[in-house]
């Protein structure tokens, strides 16, 4: 069975950093694609940034500044390090995984396995 649990959310304070895990078990696929989203109350789910197989990597153009997805293969964990965090970055933020390379990383269609989410708050 597969699964993919985040962690690494929190309450910070604008300006603020934080680091979300993402622990992966059980995916069958070599060749895949993992990837951030994130979605605020009221809004829509939002790509954040997507890593694949081979390690390229591609951010949401708004956010690449401050962020950084990097994975160990080791141990099955992505990571999302942010920074400069602002209010408005407050959202529930979900790990996924795609097989293969999709064309379109950061389209949430493509992927067909989601974490719970972890929750993360800015604000003063």
């Known amino acids: 069975q597969v699964r993919l649990v985040e962690s690494g959310g929190g309450s910070v304070q604008p300006g603020g950093s934080l680091m979300l895990t993402c622990e992966v078990s059980g995916y069958p696929y070599s060749r895949h694609c993992m990837a951030w989203f994130r979605q605020a109350p009221g809004k829509g789910r939002e790509a954040v940034a997507a890593?694949?197989?081979?390690?390229?990597?591609v951010y949401q153009n708004s956010m690449k500044d401050r962020l950084t997805i990097s994975r160990d293969i080791a141990n099955d964990t992505l990571y999302l390090q942010m920074s400069s965090l602002k209010p408005e970055d407050t959202a529930m933020y979900y790990c996924?995984?795609?097989?293969?390379?999709?064309?379109?990383?950061?389209?949430?269609?493509?992927?067909?396995?989601w974490g719970q989410g972890t929750q993360v708050t800015v604000s003063s």
């Open positions: 996924a995984a795609a097989p293969g390379r999709p064309v379109l990383p950061l389209a949430p269609s493509v992927y067909t396995i």
């Open positions: 890593i694949n197989s081979d390690g390229d990597t």
